[in-house]
């Protein structure tokens, strides 16, 4: 059987890929491992019927800036019925004393919780917001298109005021950066715990960048589809098989078919071939691609070695899917209780940066969950007048001592302690609220979805080595591979992991080689 394109992962960027590709009018096939698209975008009844639970990705960080959908170019909001909902107040952070800092829609509302710890941190907010988006369109890094190679970005940010300081930006920590801007101990957390959302201790050189995406709250905001996660890409299905393409679930890709230096296809583990006329789309992690599929006589000479020495995070997490009886009920009260998402941090940067120290030797600990309510403002996740929870912590993926296989001994324990941490902040999260759960340690992360390696949710790290362009690798990070007619999208690539819709600009360099004119491809 062949197919124009034959794209590997039914996750939200192989589904992208083949969506735009099908509305173009060519013949795509996904072939996904799971019996379910979705990839880490899925959702799916894990504790109780009618509770509609995200293993893995349940915020859709940026995708509201997507031109898929503000633009609406695949028809997913028009035709399909996709909604996303943005919460206010989107986050409230909440300290031992349940004090708490609340982030809204509203800037001079911020401002607001914020002057309750610093009236000059909540001064300076204004100009951190109004800057942060200067900075980075001063960057002028694609997030949605292609971006520039590497070198010629730096190139590019030389040539300005502001673009140097976006190469300092990326140069430096948010752990410094958030003491030049702000005073107090609860706004510097607050910024370090959101740019630590990357998967990276936000002590480490190169993770400032990620300081400054935290004023999306103000602009697009922080957004959810209606029913989950998972409806963003069964609606990416829909369109997908509406426009003739074929969807292939549990079919595991054994290999891909090289000849000639050319991708002619893929091989599936039973055996199968499916030929692609045109390309093949990988949504795979970088070393399952280079190091399992390819064979290393198609590949340039080392090239697997710098492969197998791509670094991944150094920490993983956990995650658990509770069916709650009645939303938390917080002892920092007001619109805490309204929050979408709610962390709980120790109240001092000391103590917050030790915690990802532990990850580093493999230590695990339980001090700052996260609890997303999703159905604060989507009731359609759960029966009427019940919720769901999203109870979601970091974690090391190698114990030590015992390495990852651990995890199954102590995986209950460890969640039964975060769970302990939010019932210390709460007035109602005790047993009784819960009627059902399901646990998910890092080692189970990668048991769910193969692409995360080690229990990487970003697939690969954020290190600098492995940041925009050099993303998976220095000269390969414009979705192209050494192997013709064989192309990247996904986590391992940039932007990087995280719903944003990243597929979107690998379309575009497939069709400019394809000579495919991509506007009118998709009606402009």
Known sequence: ?????????GGHNGLIVAAYFAKAGLDVCVVERSDKVGGSAASRELTLPGFIHDPGATVHMTMQANPMIHRDELGLVSRY?????????????????DSALVFYRDVDKTCESIAQFSRRDAEMYPQFVKGAGQLLKAGGVATFSPAAPFGRLVSMM?????GREYLRVILSSTTD??????ESEQMRIALNRWASEVMFAPQEIGTGYYMFGLPHFHS????WPEGGSGALTDKLAACIKDNGGTIRVSSPVKAVKVEDGEAKGVVLEDGEEILARKA??????????????????HLPEGFQDKVRRIKHSPFSAMNQSLALK???????????DKAAMVEITPGTMDEFLALFDQYRYGIPNTAMPLLVVATQCDPSRAPAGNHTGYLYHYEPYNLKPGGAARWDEIKQEVADSILETVQRHTTNMGLDNILGRYIMSPLDLERYNTAMIQGDVMQIGVYLSQFLTNRPLPGWGQYRTPVKKLYMCGASTHPGGGVSGGGRAVVQVMMEDMDIDFKKAIGR
Request: hydrophobic share 50%.
């Open 1 to 9: 059987m062949a197919h124009d394109i034959v794209v590997i992962g």
């Open 81 to 97: 019925g996709l909604k996303y909902i943005v919460p206010d107040p989107q986050l409230a952070i909440v300290f031992p004393d």
């Open 158 to 162: 030389d040539q300005s005021e502001m």
């Open 177 to 182: 950066l958030a003491a030049e801007w702000f």
């Open 220 to 223: 697009w905001g922080v957004a």
């Open 280 to 297: 093949v789309v990988s949504n795979a992690n970088v070393k399952q691609l280079f190091l399992d599929f390819v064979a290393p006589e």
């Open 326 to 336: 009645e939303s938390p009920k917080y002892k920092a009260g007001g619109d805490v």
